[in-house]
């Protein structure tokens, strides 16, 4: 079966140091990958996106994700830490080419970011 | 700049009860989607939607009805509430022919006593 691993339901990592959120996925067939974040008591949002152009994606808020298919991962990382990224983040899979009804979510990582 | 509103964003039902909750989308979107959220299991999904009038079974349907009358609601229907259906519920929608971008509610938090 498809499937969406997020290591690590909980980071916690101090003001200025690197957030590193792992995410692996299993598909037989390339894949559009998204990170989305989730504040509080909202909704999820889009942190970037993956869809078979650069490896490399830069997002919002100065994350970025690093496309590997060897490894079939698309782990998210910032390179310093700040308050106001204390959320809650998904790994997304899309394996049904347009339209999002074969999206699979990962079980989420709650980032804490200690003064 | 709505985007995808959802009402009633809280909602305490008891066992039996039925109930709807409503999405509202003003992007024109043609797919939208029902998740809830239960902790440690990510989103999964309930039901969607590719157009006006046609609805799909996501991974976990039972014990919920929708309809989308017009292209831009989408109704998630209780008919009998169970414990069991205690979650966050998100709308999402989406273009047809993107890579599948999903665009969220802000969630309606529904407690079965």
């Known amino acids: 079966a498809q499937s969406v691993t997020q290591l690590g339901s909980h980071v916690s990592v101090s003001e200025g140091a690197l957030v590193l959120l792992r995410c692996n996925y299993s598909?037989?067939?390339?894949?559009?990958l998204f990170w989305y974040v989730q504040y509080p008591n909202q909704g999820l949002q889009l942190l970037l996106k993956?869809?078979?152009?650069?490896?490399l994606v830069k997002g919002i808020n100065g994350f970025e994700a690093e496309f590997k298919k060897s490894e079939t991962s698309f782990h998210l990382t910032k390179p310093s830490a700040h308050m106001s990224d204390a959320a809650e983040y998904f790994c997304?899979?899309?394996?049904?080419?347009?339209?999002?009804?074969?999206?699979?979510f990962g079980a989420g990582t709650r980032l804490f970011v200690k003064a | 700049n709505a985007g995808v509103t959802q009402t009633p964003k809280f909602r305490v039902l008891k066992t039996g009860q039925s109930m709807t909750l409503l999405c509202a989308q003003d992007?024109?979107?043609?797919?939208m989607y029902w998740y809830r959220q239960d902790p440690g299991m990510g989103l999964r999904l309930i039901h969607y939607?590719?157009?006006?009038?046609?609805?799909a079974k996501g991974e976990v349907p039972d014990g919920y009805n929708v309809s989308r009358l017009k292209k831009q609601n989408f109704l998630l229907g209780l008919e009998s509430a169970a414990p069991s259906q205690t979650s966050v519920y998100f709308c999402?929608?989406?273009?047809?022919?993107?890579?599948?971008?999903?665009?969220f509610g802000e969630g309606s938090r529904l407690t079965v006593l």
């Open positions: 999402a929608s989406t273009r047809a022919g993107d890579s599948g971008e999903l665009f």
């Open positions: 598909s037989s067939v390339p894949p559009y």
């Open positions: 993956y869809t078979s152009a650069a490896t």
């Open positions: 997304a899979v899309n394996l049904g080419g347009t339209g999002g009804f074969k999206t699979i």
């Open positions: 992007m024109n979107h043609e797919y």
């Open positions: 939607s590719v157009g006006e009038g046609t609805t």
